[in-house]
């Protein structure tokens, strides 16, 4: 149940990511390509610091 839980928090993070990302972009009312530069750039930044994290706490999160 617990690695059930650290799953499901896990996929949570990552996918608040890029909620974060779509809800500013969707507020622009044009979305330029400066603007998608950007959230990409910060998408991959935030994902690749989320990896390491992961790595470091050891705990993968497809074993169950």
Known sequence: ???EIIYLEKCLTILSIFTKATTKLQAEK????????????NIYNKLKRLKEDFNQVNISIYKF
């Open 30 to 41: 044009y979305p330029i390509i400066y603007y998608l530069i950007l959230e990409i750039y």
């Open 1 to 3: 149940m617990d690695k």
